[in-house]
Nanobody, 115 residues
Framework: QVQLVESGGGLVQPGGSLRLSCAASGSPFRFNDMGWYRQAPGQQRELVATITSGGSTNYADSKKGRFTISRDNAKNTVYLQMNSLKPEDTAVYYC?????????WGQGTQVTVSS
């Protein structure tokens, strides 16, 4: 059973930084794409960034330059470094991984950007 454990969310002031982590377990095989999505209150879940097992990245246009996705295949962990955070970045951030054609989601971690 694939499990995803997210960490690193919290309250941060505008202009601050946070680093999210998501550790995946439960598979003897390397996970395919890993990524982050977010959902703000009253809005649909949206893509933040994804990264392939080979390290190729894809970002939503509005996240380019401020957010950086990375992964450690040895640890089955994906990271999201978020800089210059804005109040509109406030949302629940979800980790997502693909394995064998199936998609798995984490429980979500709250990020709140407020002074």
């Amino acid at each position: 059973q694939v499990q995803l454990v997210e960490s690193g969310g919290g309250l941060v002031q505008p202009g601050g930084s946070l680093r999210l982590s998501c550790a995946a377990s439960g598979s003897p095989f390397r996970f395919n794409d890993m990524g982050w999505y977010r959902q703000a209150p009253g809005q649909q879940r949206e893509l933040v960034a994804t990264i392939t097992s080979g390290g190729s990245t894809n970002y939503a246009d509005s996240k380019k330059g401020r957010f950086t996705i990375s992964r450690d295949n040895a640890k089955n962990t994906v990271y999201l470094q978020m800089n210059s955070l804005k109040p509109e970045d406030t949302a629940v951030y979800y980790c997502n991984v693909l394995l064998g054609g199936r998609s798995y989601w984490g429980q979500g971690t709250q990020v709140t950007v407020s002074s």
